[in-house]
């Protein structure tokens, strides 16, 4: 079984300062992490990805993800946000579990508001 | 990154009718496909997965009947809402995976469905 928890489901910071979305996992076998963005009415668009490689994971637009397994989490970080970061953001789990079909399981989402 | 595409994006149609959603994987093949279901504010909500060449398997609750899902080749999944009514009305998304337990999934852009 797996599972995702996103503890905020909303997070407002200003432009120019760091932003940090938490989330946490649960899964039965080695997972894969993704962060995923959406934009109103838009499709989702990957942020990054971890597959047990490097722990720390950098994506696009200059956010990065930390996989600690000991704290089963993977929060995604930007150092400085801009006002086009503001969007709804996943965190997704799969674990790799042949009998799923690499289901992917979504956390609840956190809107990401970021102010002047 | 990989595409997938999504037709219609928007689409309204009248209660009773049925309503057909494309989606293609454009450059790449899609052994799995994922259906979700998102309503306003909420994440994701996964309908059924689709291997190429196979029935789908749909979560509980939702009825097969009434969402007919086609895979019928590896870069093109169809969803099929028969018999549409207003509570039909939501955001649908596809996704697909290329083979193995830790490939990230792309995602269409989304259909707006309206029943009126």
């Known amino acids: 079984a797996q599972s995702v928890t996103q503890l905020d489901s909303h997070v407002s910071v200003s432009e120019g300062t760091p932003v940090l979305l938490r989330c946490n996992y649960s899964?039965?076998?080695?997972?894969?992490l993704f962060w995923y963005v959406q934009h109103p009415n838009k499709g989702l668009q990957l942020l990054l990805k971890?597959?047990?490689?490097?722990?720390l994971v950098k994506g696009i637009n200059g956010f990065e993800a930390e996989f600690k397994k000991s704290e089963t989490s993977f929060h995604l970080t930007k150092p400085s946000a801009h006002m086009s970061d503001a969007a709804e953001y996943f965190c997704v789990v799969s674990d790799r579990n042949p009998g799923t079909a690499s289901k992917l399981t979504f956390g609840t989402g956190t809107r990401l508001q970021v102010t002047l | 990154g990989a595409v997938v595409s999504q037709h219609p994006s928007r689409v309204i149609c009248k209660s009773g009718t049925s309503v057909k959603i494309e989606c293609r994987s454009l450059?790449?093949?899609?052994?799995?496909m994922f259906w979700y279901r998102q309503f306003p504010k909420q994440s994701l909500m996964l309908m059924a997965t689709?291997?190429?060449?196979?029935?789908?398997?749909?979560e509980q609750g939702v009825e097969k009947d009434k969402f007919l899902i086609n895979h019928a080749s590896l870069t093109l999944s169809t969803l099929t809402v028969t018999s549409a009514h207003p509570e039909d009305s939501s955001f649908y998304i596809c996704?697909?995976?290329?083979?193995?337990?830790?490939?990230?999934?792309?995602f269409g852009q989304g259909t707006r469905l309206t029943v009126v």
């Open positions: 450059d790449f093949q899609a052994t799995t």
């Open positions: 899964s039965s076998y080695s997972p894969s």
């Open positions: 996704s697909a995976r290329a083979a193995g337990g830790n490939t990230e999934a792309f």
């Open positions: 971890y597959t047990s490689a490097a722990t």
């Open positions: 689709s291997n190429e060449g196979s029935k789908a398997t749909y």
